[in-house]
């Protein structure tokens, strides 16, 4: 089972693995602005440190699949990895970010810790090879229409681009129209790759375009999905979360009012250490 170290260079190192300690990307979804970026890097790090999870800390510069074409999608890639690199350097923790074309990957990975391919594009060859090339880890987030077997063939676009610092994360799959189910069987068949894997489990509560305009989603949802993956054995948790999300420039639903965070992830942390100290039965195929 690899073993993914994100940082280590200039900020904590911090590790993913699919039988190791509870590791977590979180943040706001869109980076709407340095003090909105700046607080919730604060918390998360006091309480990640806290209880011993490790962080790297995420925001989207740009939220380039925006339902409608007036859909806000934050500050654009000069500004929003100028508040990265400060959130990495003064709170000592990796960064981690969303690249939507090529071009911007060398760019990105000078500032950030770890690239994260958004799940729409999960399949897009040329922004794979990219991506691996700045040699930081790639997260690659499987796409709604893909099953989770497939994404063997996106991870080896980046490993024979020669980078082996490879993440897939579950995000749900297309349930009928405007609805996202998770299938967690996905969590299994993607650890059989080898690599860590993550649930995130805030967009897989999504409810893709329902406002018309915007996409709604059903929060009630988060914890329990994040409580089935860390039982399932996962190597960590994807989490959005803003300080008032009803403000939120994106994904207003989806995204965990900060001031609950420190509950949710010792619960969380509970959980995934009870989980991984358990010896697992693993049943014989009937194929």
Same mark, same amino acid.
């Given at each position: 089972?690899?073993?993914?170290?994100?940082?280590?260079?200039?900020?904590?190192?911090?590790?993913?693995?699919?039988?190791?300690?509870?590791?977590?990307?979180?943040?706001?979804?869109?980076?709407?602005?340095?003090?909105?970026?700046?607080?919730?890097?604060?918390?998360?790090?006091?309480?990640?440190?806290?209880? @011993?999870?490790?962080?790297?800390?995420?925001?989207?510069?740009?939220?380039?699949?925006?339902?409608?074409?007036?859909?806000?999608?934050?500050?654009?890639?000069?500004?929003?990895?100028?508040?990265?690199?400060?959130?990495?350097?003064?709170?000592?923790?990796?960064?981690?970010?969303?690249?939507?074309?090529?071009?911007?990957?060398?760019?990105?990975?000078?500032?950030?810790?770890?690239?994260?391919?958004?799940?729409?594009?999960?399949?897009?060859?040329?922004?794979?090879?990219?991506? $691996?090339?700045?040699?930081?880890?790639?997260?690659?987030?499987?796409?709604?229409?893909?099953?989770?077997?497939?994404?063997?063939?996106?991870?080896?676009?980046?490993?024979?681009? @020669?980078?082996?610092?490879?993440?897939?994360?579950?995000?749900?799959?297309?349930?009928?129209?405007?609805?996202?189910?998770?299938?967690?069987?996905?969590?299994?068949?993607?650890?059989?790759?080898?690599?860590?894997?993550?649930?995130?489990?805030?967009?897989?509560?999504?409810?893709?375009?329902?406002?018309?305009?915007?996409?709604?989603?059903?929060?009630?949802?988060?914890?329990?999905?994040?409580?089935?993956?860390?039982?399932?054995?996962?190597?960590?948790?994807?989490?959005?979360?803003?300080?008032?999300?009803?403000?939120?420039?994106?994904?207003?639903?989806?995204?965990?009012?900060?001031?609950?965070?420190?509950?949710?992830?010792?619960?969380?942390?509970?959980?995934?250490?009870?989980?991984?100290?358990?010896?697992?039965?693993?049943?014989?195929? $009937?194929?």
């Amino acid at each position: 089972m690899q073993t993914i170290t994100v940082g280590g260079q200039g900020s904590t190192a911090v590790n993913f693995c699919n039988t190791g300690s509870l590791s977590i990307l979180a943040g706001t979804c869109a980076i709407e602005s340095r003090d909105t970026t700046l607080k919730t890097a604060e918390t998360l790090k006091s309480v990640c440190e806290k209880l @011993g999870i490790g962080l790297v800390y995420k925001g989207s510069f740009d939220k380039a699949n925006r339902t409608s074409i007036t859909g806000a999608r934050g500050t654009g890639m000069d500004e929003g990895l100028k508040i990265l690199e400060e959130v990495r350097n003064t709170f000592d923790v990796p960064v981690v970010t969303d690249v939507h074309e090529s071009q911007q990957a060398e760019a990105v990975g000078q500032v950030v810790d770890m690239l994260q391919i958004p799940a729409f594009l999960a399949r897009q060859t040329d922004l794979l090879i990219a991506c $691996a090339k700045t040699g930081k880890a790639v997260n690659i987030k499987k796409a709604q229409f893909m099953a989770p077997a497939d994404m063997a063939q996106s991870a080896k676009k980046v490993t024979d681009s @020669g980078n082996n610092q490879v993440l897939l994360t579950e995000r749900g799959t297309t349930f009928g129209y405007n609805n996202l189910v998770v299938d967690m069987r996905g969590l299994v068949q993607m650890a059989e790759t080898g690599f860590p894997v993550l649930m995130d489990a805030t967009h897989a509560v999504m409810q893709p375009s329902t406002h018309g305009t915007a996409s709604g989603g059903r929060r009630e949802f988060i914890a329990p999905l994040a409580r089935a993956a860390l039982a399932i054995g996962v190597s960590g948790l994807f989490l959005e979360t803003h300080p008032n999300p009803a403000s939120a420039i994106s994904d207003k639903e989806t995204q965990i009012p900060l001031n609950l965070m420190p509950e949710l992830l010792a619960e969380l942390k509970a959980l995934d250490d009870f989980c991984k100290g358990q010896q697992r039965l693993q049943l014989p195929s $009937a194929a």
